[in-house]
């Protein structure tokens, strides 16, 4: 039986600043969509900046025939089939704003993992921010955010879409695996101090959507990649003050410090540092996820053959250390961490399991 005609109708713009066009002309050919053009920096001498091209972007929709308008960098790749998954998202989310791509050290990656690990097919976005590398709207709200965008202040266009975004109580979600992947050229809006940012769990090969979104916990394990402090956010409740060192929660749940280093010594060759902070992240996030989606750490070990399971493990510890440890170093030996990461889930498996024995 054929498969019926898809409702949405796609168009997309790529942002740029003239000196890349070249980049975002090859992004653009590579999409697979027929109403699509470059959306160029007005401003090129201007200050580093992506909310300047981000308006003329997303006010492109204003002009294309469409019922959804996606909006996209020109550092990005995106996966195979990339028009066909991208309708499917928008069948099941027609009235969401939904980000192709989340980067490997954010809050909202450490949601995207677990939604791999349970089944989910799109997470909620917690980060203070809308992520913006691949971002696809209604035509009319893409219309309406191209007006904010270009009498927004600042030179961060993913703070103001969020900002845009809640004001007018619109769902943002992030699609698991995600579709795009940053190759990571120099920064539109000056933010190369930020290291190397990747996808979450890219899905090279594409990928089919069921709808479902993650049920958010009340605690979220998060490694901040700027400070290297493992803390536990409450996310009810994401304010600085409110964060608790992960070690202090972990002690609290039963976990013995001199064990916890001991272990991350014996795997990961060191207790202390910033490998201590992956370490006890990777088993507060097994504790957690076992706390709030039951046996489904266990059957990770059996799923390690499954790429989107083993991507989303090899990218927590580069993503997490990116400014600390050489990222590059950190894939090269995934080999190795992702055993070491699954076997710091299961100790927090454990401790969930022996609290609710005790």
Known sequence: MPKPLSFV???ASVMTHPRRSGSARRVLDSLGIADSALALDPEPEGPPSSLRASGVAFTDAARLDSTHHLVLQDDVRVCAGFPESVRGIAERHPEAAVSLFVEWGSRTAHLARW???????????????????????????AVDMGRFMKDADGRSDDRAALRFLRERGV????????????DDLPSLKG?????????VCFAAEGARFDGTVLDVPPLLPFLRWNTCDAVVVDTAHDVPEAHRPTLEVLEEWGAAPGELR?????HLGAGSGPLFALWLTA??????????WPGTVAGLRDRLDEPPVRRALATLAPGALRVFLDPDRLAERSDQLVPA??????????????????
């Open 9 to 11: 109708v796609l168009s």
């Open 115 to 141: 939604a791999v690990f349970t089944g989910a097919g799109a997470v909620p976005v917690i980060n203070p921010y809308m992520p913006t590398l691949a971002l696809l709207l209604p035509r009319g709200l």
């Open 171 to 182: 769902p943002t979600l992030t699609v698991v695996p995600n579709l795009v992947e940053h």
């Open 191 to 199: 933010n190369d101090d930020h290291g190397m940012r990747r996808s």
């Open 262 to 266: 001991r272990a991350c010594a014996g």
């Open 283 to 292: 088993v507060a996030l097994g504790a957690v996820q076992e706390r709030h």
């Open 341 to 358: 990461l699954l076997i710091a889930m299961e100790h927090g498996r454990d401790l969930t399991t022996a609290d609710q024995h005790a």
